[in-house]
């Protein structure tokens, strides 16, 4: 399993854009990047997943360098409901193992 | 999407005892994982429940101590066997739906969790 870093916790103010950070230097060639996260007192949910175009949806946008060590996940404008824990999760996807190997994540905290 | 429920939401227990968490799917769903959370740590998967076979086991877990259950296409059980206060945790169950026919999202859904704890 390709292992992640991501910073322990970030702050943001709220309606401020957030960047967050996940490196993955030892990604395969076929893995998908997903982001989760994981709201206080709930199991996680999935944000957004890529492979080498940047993706955008309706709650965030993901960034993928090119040489897909590293990705960011952008949240446009930060709500005090996008407070949680963020995980960068390498997963090969489609007929690869479906299981998904969480790592330490991000903890967001968003200031009013 | 899929809907998941477990049950119970949270129980208290004591040490020696076994207790049991059901996860129930609003579909049928070929792949269902259930993972331990222990306080302020990040997700840990346990095992993979196969429908119609043994569960597949992560390295560090055990049948004796984790049996599960699989019965059909949309419910799972996972037992905490002869607990311990080290048992203290939140159990999530996933499903990954994708393989279905008709479905071609990869993304996972978790249920609420149950949060156990043991005296």
């Known amino acids: 399993d390709a292992k992640t870093t991501q910073p322990n916790s970030m702050e943001s103010n709220e309606e401020e854009p957030v960047h967050l950070p996940c490196n993955h230097s030892?990604?395969?060639?076929?893995?998908?990047i997903h982001w989760y996260r994981q709201l206080p007192s709930q199991g996680p949910e999935y944000v957004i997943h890529?492979?080498?175009s940047n993706v955008n949806n309706r709650m965030a946008s993901l960034a993928i360098a090119e040489d897909r060590k590293s990705s960011t996940l952008i949240l446009h404008r930060a709500t005090l409901r996008d407070a949680a824990v963020y995980y960068c999760?390498?997963?090969?996807?489609?007929?690869?193992?479906?299981?998904?190997?969480f790592g330490k994540g991000t903890k967001l905290t968003v200031n009013p | 999407s899929a809907v998941i429920s477990q049950k119970p939401s949270r129980d208290i227990c004591q040490r020696g005892t076994s207790l049991t968490i059901q996860c129930q799917v609003d579909?049928?769903?070929?792949?269902m994982f259930w993972y331990r959370q222990q306080p302020g740590q990040s997700l840990t998967l346990i095992a993979t429940?196969?429908?119609?076979?043994?569960?597949?086991?992560e390295s560090g877990f055990v049948i004796d101590k984790f049996p599960i259950s699989r019965p059909n296409l949309t419910f799972s059980t996972l037992t905490v066997s002869n607990m311990s206060p080290e048992d203290s945790s939140i159990y999530l169950c996933?499903?990954?739906?994708?393989?279905?026919?008709?479905?071609?999202?990869?993304?996972?859904?978790f249920g609420p969790g149950t949060r156990l704890t043991v005296l």
């Open positions: 030892t990604i395969s060639g076929t893995d998908y």
């Open positions: 999760i390498p997963h090969p996807g489609p007929g690869g193992s479906e299981k998904l190997v």
């Open positions: 996933s499903v990954a739906p994708w393989r279905l026919a008709g479905i071609t999202t990869d993304t996972q859904y």
């Open positions: 429940a196969n429908q119609g076979s043994e569960a597949t086991y």
């Open positions: 890529g492979l080498t």
């Open positions: 579909s049928q769903v070929t792949m």
